[in-house]
């Protein structure tokens, strides 16, 4: 089973930026999809973006294109997500995903969640 843990969240201004990252256990995952959900307080988990295995395609939920990035390094088995422009609303826990679908909104497993919160 794979295994996932974030790092990289806190607390930060509105305007700020943070960069996660999600260190996967095996190197497996450089032939797997990687993503980020987040789940706010009171809201469903949603998607926020996902990368393929070879980082050729992405996919971004609207409100938060263009401010964040997703790249990954598959020599280190690892995702990131650089956020820019960050707004309140973008409080929430952050979870990175892996899975083998070719949709960049579908994983298997998950990590525990980094949590960030930004402050106006």
């Known amino acids: 089973q794979v295994q996932l843990v974030e790092s990289g969240g806190g607390l930060v201004q509105a305007g700020g930026s943070l960069r996660l990252s999600c260190a996967a256990s095996?190197?497996?995952?450089?032939?797997?999809?990687m993503g980020w959900f987040r789940q706010a307080p009171g809201k469903e988990r949603e998607f926020v973006a996902g990368i393929s295995w070879s980082g050729g395609r992405t996919d971004y939920t609207d409100s938060v294109q263009g401010r964040f990035t997703i790249s990954r390094d598959n020599a280190k088995n690892t995702v990131y997500l650089q956020m820019n422009s960050l707004k309140p609303e973008d409080t929430a826990v952050y979870y990175c995903?892996?899975?083998?679908?070719?949709?960049?909104?579908?994983?298997?497993?998950w990590g525990p969640g980094t949590r960030v919160t930004v402050s106006s």
């Open positions: 995903a892996v899975g083998r679908s070719f949709n960049l909104r579908a994983y298997q497993y």
């Open positions: 095996e190197r497996t995952v450089s032939t797997y999809a």
